[in-house]
């Protein structure tokens, strides 16, 4: 069975600082990977994906993950926090036929 | 790009009443839909697999008889809750999937926020 897991419901970095989200994944094929945000009332928006090319793989907003089959491990990463990067994050692996399965989800919080 | 409309976005209703949600993909041809659910500060759990033509195919511990999924076109899939009640309410999110870019690629609506009173 596949499943995502995010360590940290909440993560709050200061405006310019460093972004980490953390996510590890179980599955016992060669994963496709995801991470979506959502804002309050919304539904999800697609930051990146990891479909087996490259496993450093960029995304939109300055998002990147890193793919890491030794760790089992799919970080999001942002090197300069935003204001606007406030809201929810989750880390999702894909089943057959197109089902996702999320992680409980990541509230990012960026402090002026 | 693709893009999946939700409708309505916030629904009020009072309990023992039924409530539709549409979700329509606005520029491709959708076979397959799926319909989230979402709690408060939490993930969202999937709840059924629609498919044009077919039966939706529901996910485990969750009541065929109670939400009612019907995919009668391929660009159209509508989620009913049948005799809501307060424990229905929730965030519900459809996606669907653009066949022409492979399973990976899934476009979310904006959600519906349903409250029964």
């Known amino acids: 069975a596949q499943s995502v897991t995010q360590l940290g419901s909440h993560v709050s970095v200061s405006e310019g600082a460093l972004v980490l989200l953390r996510c590890n994944y179980s599955?016992?094929?060669?994963?496709?990977l995801f991470w979506y945000v959502q804002y309050p009332n919304q539904g999800l928006q697609l930051l990146l994906k990891?479909?087996?090319?490259?496993?450093l793989v960029k995304g939109i907003n300055g998002f990147e993950a890193e793919f890491k089959k030794s760790e089992t491990s799919f970080h999001l990463t942002k090197p300069s926090a935003h204001m606007s990067d406030a809201a929810e994050y989750f880390c999702?692996?894909?089943?057959?036929?197109?089902?996702?399965?999320f992680g409980q989800g990541t509230e990012l919080s960026v402090k002026p | 790009g693709a893009v999946v409309s939700q409708h309505p976005s916030r629904v009020i209703c009072k309990s023992g009443t039924s409530v539709k949600i549409e979700c329509r993909s606005l520029d491709f041809q959708a076979t397959t839909m799926f319909w989230y659910r979402q709690f408060p500060k939490q993930s969202l759990m999937l709840m059924a697999t629609s498919n044009e033509g077919s039966k939706a195919t529901y996910e485990q511990g969750v009541e065929k008889d109670k939400f009612l999924i019907n995919h009668a076109s391929l660009t159209l899939s509508t989620l009913t809750v049948t005799s809501a009640h307060p424990e229905d309410s929730s965030f519900y999110i459809c996606?669907?999937?653009?066949?022409?870019?492979?399973?990976?690629?899934?476009?979310f609506g904006s959600g519906t926020q349903l409250s029964v009173l």
């Open positions: 999702a692996v894909s089943r057959r036929g197109g089902k996702l399965i």
């Open positions: 599955s016992s094929v060669p994963p496709y």
């Open positions: 996606s669907a999937r653009d066949p022409g870019t492979g399973n990976e690629k899934l476009f």
């Open positions: 990891y479909t087996s090319a490259a496993t």
